[in-house]
Each structure stands twice: as C-alpha cells, then as structure tokens.
C-alpha cells in the first residue's frame, strides 16, 4: 500500500502494480495478475477417447457415436471431446480447432476463447493446447458384423408360388433404402447376412426394430401377410434376462402385379395393392375393381394366370359393343364383348383369355 498525501493507492499483491482508476485491483490483483490466477479456458491436458478401427465410431459419454464422413475420424473424435470436457470460466465463446495429428495417436487441438474472467477486465482472448490420445478398439457393432452375430430373420416368400423377378428387385430395393436411410440415426440397422434360396429370402439382422419395419413396409407395398415366431436361445448370465430371436414370415399373395385372378364371379386383373385393398381392372367391364385383403387371405381368391402366359389376338373390327378378334396363332377368328371403358383400334394386338363360356379381352399390347 501506497500512501500519497491522504490519498490511499493500493497495489497488486503478486506484481507490485499500483491500482489506477482505469484499472482498479480485483480481489487485491491486477487484472493481468488476476486473469493468470483465473483461466478463461478450464480444459485438461491430456484427454483419451476410444475410436473403432473398423468403422471409425468413436465413444463419448458411455455411448458410441457415428463420424460424420467430414474428414478422419479421430480428429472429429478428438474435436467432440475437448468440446465436451472443456469449460469458460466467465463469459464469452469457446472455437475448438484441429492443430496436428501428433505421432503415437495422438490429436492436437487448440482451444480459443473470447470473453473475459471478471465484468471489469475488458474482453480479450485465450488460448489452450489439449493433447488427445487415440485408442483404437473395435465398437460393439463391428464385432457383431465380425461374428455375424443377429437377433431377428426376415423370411421372405410366395404363396403357393416363387418370387418374380420384378418382385424380387422390388423387395432389393425397397430393404436397401430403408437400411440405409436407419443407418444414419440406428448403428444396428444393418443387414447380417441374406440367404438365396430357392423358396424365397431370408434377410438376417442385429435389430428387431429394423427388420419389424421392413416387414411393415413390404406389407404395405405388396399386401403381403406378416407372422412373427420367438425362439429361446439363452439367457444373459449379467442380467439374467431370456434372450430370443425373432422370425418374421412375410408372405406375398398367391398372385402378382399383372395376374388375372377370380374373386367369386369377377375376373380382375390385379394391377396394384394400396390402403389395404388389391386393386385392379374388372376385365368385363374394364372399370376399376377391389378386393379386400381379408378375401384374400381367407383363400376366397384364385390366380388364373399371368397377363404374359394369355394367347395373343388381332383386332379385326370393331362394332359398338363387338369386337372381332383372330388369333396370332391359329388364325381362328372370334368375337367378344366391347366394354364401354375399353379403347381399341384395328390392327392392335389384344391378350384374351376364356372362362368357360367367356372370352375377355385381359390386356392390350
């Protein structure tokens, strides 16, 4: 302490300043003093995270979290655990920066703050080196991949019937986007293992949520009837908790988009499957039909056949309600009924199909 006349000047207890007007002690410190004594950044030194050699996740938190893809993993890994461990002692704002991947695994970072420790010291800026070590391990996800390790099977299959081509390039890519659109935000939605089989798919996964929703998805696109079976296969000896698999059937209709089919009286062809109806075209009046898909799956429908297996025919002519039709193959020559819906020109070539006593034209080509 300083004594000036009467006038009283106090000075900083570490460095021997003396106190100003401009700049008045803190807490018996001057503010450079003062802000060597209270760091704006409160950061460790050194910090470790675990990143997985295979598929680069790395852990924070207890919880394992999925790079980005903006750059190398480790230094995102690195960059999102100083973020997490470092503090601001006051107020301002905190830029975490990459610096150097060191040799060993380890990161650099360097942390920047802007702000001030104390409402009397004007805002300045700080800055911090955090060293992080990388620890390579293997996450939970990638070591069930690696042993093909799964929860749930999605059996795939026909009624009474093989899976078209159509079909099965449909089902591809319908399971395709949806894992990969779950794979953002789910790291257990990934397909384990898909098996070709004669009778259908099998499609093997390490989620019960994923493979539920594909089920879901398939039903809604296709129509198809979904089981779901569990089978024990162990218990958890930490948790003492059953642990079980789930099959899920997931059966597509006894016909396809393209078939004829008869649903009591009326002959359909089946065009399409929306808000639990089958819908399609009433071949004898060529308007728009639909069957429920209860009727289906009580067995009250029956497949004639595919649109491509009918015989083929030339229109010939054409009377208001009459067409005159010969065949491509035995040139025999036969007429049929012209619903109102139908367009036809001569010359064109028809399928047609007979039911008993009935012949419909089924599709145009």
């Known amino acids: 302490?300083?004594?000036?006349?009467?006038?009283?000047?106090?000075?900083?207890?570490?460095c021997g300043k003396v106190e100003s007007e401009a700049e008045p002690l803190i807490e018996n410190l001057c503010w450079?003093?003062?802000?060597?004594?209270?760091?704006?950044?409160?950061?460790?030194?050194?910090?470790?995270?675990?990143?997985?050699?295979?598929?680069?996740?790395?852990?924070?938190?207890?919880?394992?979290?999925?790079?980005?893809?903006?750059g190398r993993p480790e230094v995102e890994a690195a960059i999102e655990a100083v973020r997490r461990e470092v503090k601001l002692n006051g107020s301002g704002v905190i830029d975490v920066v990459p610096e150097a991947f060191l040799e060993k695994g380890n990161v650099r970072i360097r942390v920047v703050a802007h702000g001030t420790v104390h409402p009397l010291i004007p805002e300045y800026e700080e800055e911090a080196i955090v060293v992080v070590r990388i620890i390579k391990v293997s996450c939970p996800t990638c070591v069930r991949i690696a042993s093909k390790y799964f929860i749930a099977t999605l059996q795939i299959?026909?009624?009474?019937?093989?899976?078209?081509?159509?079909?099965?390039?449909?089902?591809?890519?319908?399971?395709?986007?949806?894992?990969?659109e779950e794979a953002r935000t789910d790291?257990?939605?990934?397909?384990?293992?898909?098996?070709?089989?004669?009778?259908?798919?099998?499609?093997?996964?390490?989620?019960?949520?994923i493979a539920r929703l594909i089920a879901s998805k398939i039903k809604n696109a296709t129509g198809a009837q979904v089981k779901e079976t569990f089978k024990l296969i162990g218990v958890n000896r930490a948790s003492g908790k059953r642990i079980s698999r789930l099959t899920i059937s997931?059966?597509?209709?006894?016909?396809?988009?393209?078939?004829?089919?008869?649903?009591?009286d009326t002959i359909i062809r089946f065009e399409s499957y929306?808000?639990?109806?089958?819908?399609?075209?009433?071949?004898?009046?060529?308007?728009?039909?639909?069957?429920?898909?209860?009727?289906?799956?009580?067995?009250?429908?029956?497949?004639?056949?595919?649109?491509?297996?009918?015989?083929?025919?030339?229109?010939?002519?054409?009377?208001?309600?009459?067409?005159?039709?010969?065949?491509s193959s035995t040139y025999r020559i036969f007429e049929v009924s012209k619903p109102n819906e139908l367009s036809l020109n001569v010359g064109?070539?028809?399928?047609?199909l007979e039911v008993g006593n009935e012949i419909y034209i089924a599709g145009t080509e």
């Open 32 to 70: 450079s003093c003062y802000r060597s004594r209270h760091r704006l950044i409160v950061a460790p030194r050194f910090l470790e995270v675990e990143v997985c050699s295979s598929c680069g996740s790395y852990r924070l938190g207890g919880k394992w979290l999925h790079p980005s893809g903006r």
């Open 274 to 327: 929306r808000s639990g109806k089958f819908m399609g075209i009433d071949l004898s009046t060529w308007k728009k039909a639909s069957i429920s898909y209860q009727d289906v799956w009580s067995g009250r429908v029956v497949r004639i056949a595919s649109l491509n297996e009918l015989p083929r025919a030339m229109v010939i002519s054409i009377q208001r309600d009459v067409v005159q039709l010969m065949d």
């Open 250 to 264: 997931v059966r597509l209709p006894p016909f396809t988009f393209g078939d004829v089919i008869k649903s009591g």
């Open 348 to 352: 064109m070539e028809v399928r047609y």
């Open 1 to 14: 302490m300083v004594w000036v006349g009467t006038l009283v000047r106090r000075f900083c207890a570490i």
């Open 157 to 180: 299959r026909a009624e009474g019937r093989r899976l078209t081509r159509n079909e099965l390039t449909l089902l591809t890519r319908l399971i395709e986007n949806t894992v990969f």
């Open 187 to 209: 790291r257990n939605s990934y397909i384990v293992e898909i098996e070709e089989l004669d009778e259908g798919l099998n499609y093997k996964f390490a989620s019960t949520r």
